[in-house]
């Protein structure tokens, strides 16, 4: 009862927040300009701005959806799908900074310098990737609800 | 042993109450989340979510991690002056054949079947089509596919298909002749034909995709975006046109399980087996075919003879003409060649679309002609004559309104 509480109460504040990364995503990518704020940096262009955005805007509203009535199954799927969203998103992203680390680039040799393979993981990062362990708690609802 | 009607069904009922458990069916996590996939409310936010992970994970697989990471300094750097320095008789037609222009910086541009023919097959497309058929084989087993047909039924029934067309559509997407294969599930012969005229016109194979992600990066969105129009529209009117039914189906959606590595390594080395066998002599083939026109001057009389189609109806270049034929053996090594011609962006993207939606490939022909027959053939090859008048020149008035042409 208590646990259903604090992931509807935890999953209500994300989904707020997640709404708001994502409105904030997609009034970037209109904007044309990407905006960096301290190791956050909200993307402008079609792509992870204008597409990722629209999921991430989607994101938080399946966890919104999903806090009312906690307990029950299908509102949790709500929540799992949300953070599923999330994980797709933040997953590419972190796909895509791994697989740019990885060569030497055009001047360099085959493979990317120690320095250069690690400059690449430095912040800043996109808001998907600041959403991403905080979705991961649904990974806890998910076992609760293997176990009943 | 002879059993009247009521005796039979006692005998059922019997084997029944021992055999069958009755109870209520707890639904499950996993219940919910597939049916979240199937309504349209929260499936379609889904599917664009698995839409961006698809293309997301094919960009940065095959782009940046092998071909501009791996393959495009392999071919340009060291494979590329070698063959040039070490290859026998420069200058000579053997030579311009099989190595291309000597003064070639990169092999996008010598245009030789060693250098351009290779690295197009090897360095572009094999990296684009690894990505494409291991993402694929990992939604067809982990249960998301059937889940994709039932939700994008009703949209598919309004161009004569049923929710399972998506299967080809998305095949196609990787190489149409294992989608033109996949039409059969397709009950009536009007779907069929629908199916088979679409993905031959507006589907862009895996290795097209590749390099089009190559040529054309920023203004690739906007190619796909006006063929997934026209798949939509022609598929209308062809639907409105070609008599015969487009039945309902029955789909039996399995749940979601975890898919198995050995099932899914089998199945995409089993595609790429197709590819090696279709894709890459067809590659090789259609750069011999091309260099052999413009050595005998064939190709520049041809171009003179379309110039006023290509020119004036779709403001291209006349030297578009030599792709359009190479694209008759490979799409994707016709879009290669666009590169070393030299058009503004608008052409560009009018000549990427013609390319696109003009003669399917020759392996897809053969596939059409297998399927279809000659009579259905003559059909498609009828609707892709009149989309190509119709689309490539309404591309070339929409530059004209804009005043970019």
Known sequence: MIKNKFGSIYFGILGMVTVAFGVADLLVTIGGESVPWGILEIPADMFRGGWGGFIILFAGVFYLLGVKNFSEIHQQGKVVMGSIMIWIVAGCDIFGMITESIPGGEEGGWLNTLEGFLGTYTPPYSPAIFLLPFSLVVIYYISLSSHK | ?????????????????RTVTFGKYKHTLKDAIGELT????????????????????????????????????????????????????????????????????????AFGVLTS???????????????????????????????LAVLIDTVLHKIGLHGYAIVPSILSLGCNVPACAACRILETKKERFIMLTLLAVFIPCGAQLGIMREVIPETMGLVLLYLLIGYFIFGFVLNKVIPGESPEILIDVPPYQMP?????????????????????????????????????????????????????????????????????????????????????????????????????????????????????????MTTMVAVVTLYGGLLHLIWILLGVA
């Open chain 2, 38 to 109: 199937v309504k349209p409310l929260t499936g379609i936010p889904v599917a664009i979510a698995v839409l961006y992970g698809f293309w997301s994970f094919f960009s940065s697989f095959a782009g940046t991690l092998f071909t501009d990471g791996f393959f495009v300094k392999l071919f340009d750097f060291h494979y590329l002056p070698w063959i040039q320095q070490h290859f026998p008789g420069a200058g000579g037609w053997l030579y311009y054949i099989l190595v291309g222009d000597p003064a070639a910086g990169n092999c996008f541009e």
């Open chain 2, 1 to 17: 042993m002879k059993l009247t009607f009521d005796e039979r069904w006692n005998l059922i009922e019997k084997i029944s109450k």
């Open chain 2, 117 to 147: 023919g290779l690295f197009v097959a090897i360095g572009v497309v094999l990296p684009a089509i690894v990505a494409f058929y291991l993402l694929l084989t990992l939604l067809e087993d982990m249960g998301y596919m059937p889940r």
């Open chain 2, 260 to 380: 198995l590595l050995r099932n899914v390594g089998m199945k995409v080395w089993i595609r790429l087996k197709g590819f090696f066998r279709t894709a890459i002599p067809f590659v090789l083939l259609g750069c011999t075919v091309v260099n052999i026109l413009y050595l005998s001057g064939a190709m520049d009389w041809i171009a003179n003879v379309l110039s006023p189609v290509l020119s004036g109806w779709f403001g291209v270049p006349k030297e578009t003409i030599g792709p359009l034929i190479a694209a008759f053996l490979r799409k994707d090594l016709a879009v290669a060649q666009l590169s070393a011609i030299e058009m503004s962006k608008y052409q560009m993207i009018t000549s990427v679309v013609l390319i696109s939606i003009y003669f399917p490939c020759v392996a897809t022909f053969v596939m059409m002609l297998k399927e279809e027959g000659g009579k259905g053939l003559l059909g498609s």
